[in-house]
């Protein structure tokens, strides 16, 4: 599905258009004009309709890095946009330094819970316990340490659960 969007003159005498390519957007933009047949020339650019808000919205795409939106990030695969979704809006890195990070950061989907699960069982972590204590192992309270001391970082985009490992 492509995405789809509005660009709001801020010129409150003319009225704005939708569009779905950067081309259509800069053809549009080029011929706009207000009532009184001056050319408008600022927008504000909103997401419509589409599968990309989130990230749309944490890049904070506007009419000065609109070209860039659809050259680079648009059509990014879900596992990446996740990522860069992440170190934008949880970890405050600028666009530019996520970017740089995104090969370094790890996503797990599930719980902090099942991250814990999953990195004893692939680790191999309770083989180096004697057999009839490690039934006495909480899983549960390994999870909230590695949360509470920064080493993984739980995130929720969009209703599905991510644990953030690496940055």
């Known amino acids: 599905m492509s995405n789809r969007y509005h660009a709001t003159?801020?010129?409150?005498?003319?009225?704005?258009?939708?569009f779905d390519t950067y081309e259509k957007y800069q053809t549009?933009?080029?011929?706009?004009?207000n009532e009184y047949g001056d050319p408008v020339e600022e927008y504000e650019i909103q997401f419509i309709?589409?599968?990309s808000y989130r990230l749309f919205e944490a890049i904070g795409v506007n009419q000065a890095n609109?070209?860039?939106?659809?050259?680079?990030?648009?059509?990014?695969?879900?596992?990446?946009?996740a990522k860069l979704i992440i170190l934008i809006e949880h970890f405050g890195?600028?666009?530019e330094d996520a970017l740089d990070q995104i090969d370094d950061l790890h996503l797990f989907e599930g719980t902090a819970i099942e991250y814990a699960e999953e990195l004893i069982e692939s680790t191999g972590m309770l083989d180096q316990m004697p057999e009839n204590l490690r039934y006495y192992f909480d899983t549960e309270a390994f999870a909230r340490d590695m949360v509470l001391g920064g080493d993984i970082t739980p995130v929720e985009i969009d209703g599905q659960s991510?644990?953030?490992d690496g940055v």
Do not use: Q
């Open 162 to 164: 991510y644990i953030a």
């Open 66 to 81: 609109l070209k860039d939106w659809f050259e680079r990030f648009e059509d990014m695969d879900d596992d990446e946009a």
């Open 93 to 95: 890195y600028s666009v």
């Open 28 to 33: 549009r933009a080029a011929a706009h004009r």
């Open 49 to 51: 309709d589409g599968d």
């Open 9 to 18: 003159p801020y010129d409150i005498s003319a009225t704005g258009f939708y």
